[in-house]
Each structure stands twice: as C-alpha cells, then as structure tokens.
C-alpha cells in the first residue's frame, strides 16, 4: 500500500485529470451539503457547557457528493479525505475543532429534530428565530435589584455592591480580548486585591482548580465573534447573610448569555453558543473596607465540547469530530434560566 509521498503523488495525478468544471461543481455541492446539515443537539457540560457531538445523519446532499467522488477515485484505490481541503476550506484551528470528514455522515437524519430546531443563524442575523432575539444587548441584559438597607450594610453599600457585580459579569461575558482566550484583565482588576491574588495564582492550573472558567474565553483559534451584539437575560436576588462572624449583602446571581461565533475567517459556520453563568457574591464590611467577594461562580456552556479539560470553551459546530466524552446528563433547553443545576454532567442540549 502506497504511503508518504507516492501516496501525494498519486492523489495529485488523480485530481489533474479533473478538469475546471468539474472542480468548481464539486466545490459548490460540497458547500451545498455542509450547510443543508442539521445542527446537533448534544451538549456537553462541566465547569463549562459544553456539547453537540455531530449525530448519524444530516442530509443527502452530501452522501450523494461523498458517494460519487468516491466513484471517481475508487480506481487509485485512494479516500477522499486525505485531501478534504480540495473542497472545502478550512481554518487555523485545533484538531477538536476541525470538520469532521465521514464518509458515512450522512445516513439517516431526524426530521422531527429539524422542525423543531431553532432558525439557522446567518451572519447576517445571527439571531433571527431564536429566544434570545429580543432579548437585551450586551451589559444592558445584566439587571440588578433596587439597592437597599440590608444585613447591617446600607443602601449606599449594597448600591456599591450591586454594581461591582454587574460589572464583574460584564467583564466576564462581554471583553473581546478575554473572549479571544487573552488574559482576562478587566475582570482582574475587578476582583478584591486578596480574591485576585487567588485568582492568578490559579489561572491556567491543570484540573478542577483552574480559574480560567471564572471568565468566557475561547479556546484560542477555535471562534471568533460574528457581530459585536451579545445577548443577555437574567436576575439576581438580593437577601442577607451571616455567616463565620461576617455579616451582609448576598447576591444571588443567575445569567445566560448569548454569542454569535464562527470559526476564524469562515462565516458558513455561524453559531449561537449559550453560556448559562450561576453564582453567588457576599457584600460586607471588614476593617471599614467595603468588600465585595465571590463565593460561588459557576460556568456552563453549549455547543460546546466535553472531552476538553481546560478551562476554555472549546465550540462544537455542526461538522465537528465527534466528541469522546460520554454524556450522562439531562436533555435541558439552552434558554432556560432555572433548569436543573448539572453539577458537572455532560449531558445534552436542545438546539441553540
């Protein structure tokens, strides 16, 4: 069996031997069938939501483009695949993220799936036909309770308090350069000096303890966003505590949000990725100082990938390799603020 370079060179003679015409077909068909394929329902969730590993099935058109280049190159005894960027294009990004190239991708299909599923996102409306479309913009979507006297703390004090929250998930969600996979310096600054101290020195940790997923960021090179837009909904509820001698402000706050994605340079690719944010930030005095301090921070997103570990988000879209992680969670809504806490699970995702 051929290997290396006779295996290169055998492919090259094969493909000259098809002429313009046929090449520019080829092209638009393979096009054709990767957008005519249904977006995948299946999430994957952790510290980070995560999801759809492309099903069985997904649309004729591109068995029937598989099955008859195939044909063509059946007599070098060669597959398709080892060349899929003669047809189509493909960007800088990790193997993970890459489209999937199977020959069998297109058996079957879920009809019922489809009709059910959201309207696919455009780069042009991102988010037409789905929940978030009237949603709030960007910080607008982060609503606080009215401040007011409680737990010992002030109106003036829990007003304070109110608004380093909401800047806090303003600077998680919405800041591009932490969004890329950059250093999350707003954020940062945000923190108390001793939370932050906590914060770095466990940025980037291999495990549970990583604070990357304190903040949305993309695996580097695997997203970018399609329009400056985000979409937000949420609420926090705002009650007393004491606690360990402290006593304050708690705020419980409860956040999804919403942003249109592609894979570097290639805008057939557009997706929503819905991140569900869950925490819980305590508002007190100690020493005179004012301190607002987060005890519970939680992230969860979808489509995204489980079989990754490392606190970033790292997107399914609807042609990527099938993830290897198994999925022992719920079928959940996306858009639903108060489903069940997955604690962990991978589980699996209605469509965004």
Not at 123 to 133: D, L, Q
Not at 224 to 248: A, I, Y
Request: net charge positive.
């Amino acid at each position: 069996m051929p290997h290396g370079d006779d295996l290169d060179q055998r492919f090259n003679d094969l493909v000259a031997q098809i002429d313009d015409e046929e090449r520019r077909r080829m092209r638009a068909a393979a096009k054709k069938g990767a957008k005519e394929r249904p977006e995948p329902r299946r999430e994957a969730v952790r510290t980070a939501w995560e999801p759809p590993a492309p099903r069985r099935g997904g649309g004729r058109s591109r068995l029937a483009l598989i099955g008859g280049i195939t044909a063509v190159v059946a007599a070098a005894g060669l597959v398709l695949t080892v060349r899929p960027s003669l047809l189509t294009p493909s960007g800088a990004v990790p193997e993970e993220t890459m489209p999937v190239q199977d020959a069998h991708a297109g058996e079957g299909g879920d009809a019922a799936e489809e009709e059910t599923a959201p309207a696919r996102p455009t780069p042009e409306r991102p988010f037409a036909g789905s929940k978030a479309e009237h949603w709030a913009e960007g910080a607008a979507g982060f609503v606080m309770p009215e401040a007011r006297a409680i737990g010992g703390l002030s109106k003036r004090d829990v007003a304070k308090g109110l608004e380093r929250t909401r800047e806090l998930l303003a600077a998680a969600h919405l800041d591009r350069k932490t969004l890329l996979g950059g250093r999350p310096t707003p954020f940062i600054k945000l923190l108390h000096p001793r939370e932050r101290a906590q914060f770095l020195d466990r940025l980037g940790d291999k495990g549970s303890g990583n604070t990357r997923p304190w903040v949305t960021s993309f695996a580097p090179k695997t997203a970018e966003p399609v329009t400056d837009v985000t979409k937000v909904r949420g609420r926090t509820k705002l009650s007393s505590f004491r606690r360990n001698g402290l006593r304050g402000a708690e705020l419980d706050v409860r956040y999804i949000v919403v942003h249109a994605i592609q894979r570097p340079g290639q805008p057939d690719t557009v997706t929503r990725l819905v991140t569900h944010r869950r925490g819980k930030v305590q508002v007190y005095r100690a020493g005179g100082e004012l301190v607002v301090w987060i005890t519970r921070w939680n992230r969860s997103a979808t489509p995204a990938r489980c079989d990754v570990n490392d606190g970033y988000i790292h997107p399914a879209y609807r042609d990527s390799v099938p993830d290897r992680e198994r999925r022992d969670g719920p079928v959940v809504d996306p858009y639903d603020l108060d489903r069940p806490d997955l604690s962990g699970k991978c589980g699996t995702s209605k469509g965004t």
